[in-house]
């Protein structure tokens, strides 16, 4: 006699493993490292290239002049701090980033150097602190800070004919 019921309805199945049916058959080979994703924030890469470029020798603000403006009258009010990201624009993908930053070289200071400068720190520091790849940094020189200029404007602001 031949048995007509087809082989698959006499096996006896298994239940499946959640967890290997979640991560796979290999995943639990993987180092914990790998095992999830991160995303960082454009503001979080902002505040850190906004930091990066303040620390280099000859940068003396951030931002446009209105920009400017604008942060030193928020500055000077009672419990304002300076804008770490002023001045700077971050695009920020899954493995890359793109930094545009704005910026006031102190009078002096040769411009080529202290923009390159700005690249090395950014491009470094920020490669090892996120484990983005930075795929360029644009800098724009908008303005130069020469000692006492400012002080001249705000006397002739202040001062009656």
Do not use: C, F, W
């Amino acid at each position: 006699m031949t048995d007509t019921t087809p082989p698959a309805a006499t096996e006896k199945r298994r239940p499946a493993d959640e967890t290997t049916a979640r991560q796979g058959p290999k995943d639990h080979l993987r180092s914990p490292e790998s095992r999830g994703r991160t995303t960082i924030a454009d503001s979080v890469v902002e505040k850190m290239a906004g930091t990066l470029t303040r620390e280099v020798p000859g940068i003396h603000n951030l931002g446009t002049g209105m920009a400017r403006t604008m942060g030193g009258v928020r500055e000077r009010m009672p419990g304002g701090q300076p804008s770490v990201t002023r001045g700077v624009h971050v695009e920020v993908g899954e493995h890359q980033a793109a930094v545009d930053l704005d910026v006031v070289i102190d009078y002096g200071y040769p411009i080529t150097d202290v923009v390159s400068d700005v690249r090395i720190n950014v491009i470094s520091a920020l490669e090892r602190m996120t484990g983005l790849e930075v795929v360029e940094v644009n800098v724009a020189v908008d303005d130069i800070d020469v000692p006492g200029d400012e002080e001249e404007r705000e006397e002739g602001e202040h001062r009656v004919e």
